[in-house]
T-cell receptor, first 110, second 110 residues
């Protein structure tokens, strides 16, 4: 069974640009979570999608948004990139209470 | 005060030593997770606990729901155990989104 996949692995953007990150959950998982790990900081919850709807979001500005598609894959969009958006972005899908993490996308904003 | 507190922040051990990492939390949880993060960022879920104790190889995790405390033990530590260990709790009122401790950087020297 394939695990959670994320693309791209690395992404380099400049300030003011937009970034799009993608996540495919494990087959059969309908919940997708996005987390951010900024350099030197701990992991923080960003967004939760379930059955195509945004269910909860963390303490992040509206520049961070996303969506979940009918096949339960998800996209995270970050608009008007700022230097401090440079981070590892992790996606996880959930079965019952357990979350399974993808390998992450490392976003660098120059 | 953080909702999840981990100690110690850094831990250096000699190969073969018994290691304990502690986690305390202050919120209602659906489950507690112990995660391992290697350099490069990939996260592996080691344990998910809602009560009692679990064992996997040389790793043991315990949780005391009444005291809101969990421990991760590593027996007969090995240099390949060197990683960051992260305690995370699923918030029972927020769709099991995870809130993370700051992590414990473990270095096991040969």
């Amino acid at each position: 069974e394939a695990g959670v996949t994320q693309s791209p692995t690395h992404l380099i953007k400049t300030r003011g640009q937009q970034a799009t990150l993608r996540c495919s959950p494990i087959s059969g998982h309908t919940s997708v979570y996005w987390y951010q790990q900024a350099l030197g900081l701990g992991l923080q919850f960003l967004l939760w999608y379930d059955e195509g709807e945004e269910r909860n979001r963390g303490n992040f500005p509206p520049r961070f948004s996303g969506r979940q598609f009918p096949n339960y894959s998800s996209e995270l969009n970050v608009n008007a990139l700022e230097l401090e958006d440079s981070a590892l972005y992790l996606c996880a899908s959930r079965a019952f209470l357990e979350q399974f993490f993808g390998p992450g996308t490392r976003l660098t904003v120059l | 005060k953080n909702e999840v507190e981990q100690s110690p922040q850094n831990l250096t051990a000699q190969e073969g030593e018994f290691i304990t990492i502690n986690c305390s939390y202050s919120v209602g949880i659906s489950a507690l997770h112990w995660l391992q993060q290697h350099p490069g960022g990939g996260i592996v879920s080691l344990f998910m606990l809602s009560s009692g104790k679990k064992k996997h190889g040389r790793l043991i995790a315990t949780i005391n729901i009444q005291e809101k405390h969990s421990s991760l033990h590593i027996t007969a530590s090995h240099p390949r155990d060197s990683a960051v260990y992260i305690c995370a709790v699923g918030i029972s009122t927020s769709g099991s989104r995870l809130t993370f401790g700051e992590g414990t950087q473990l270095t096991v020297n040969p």
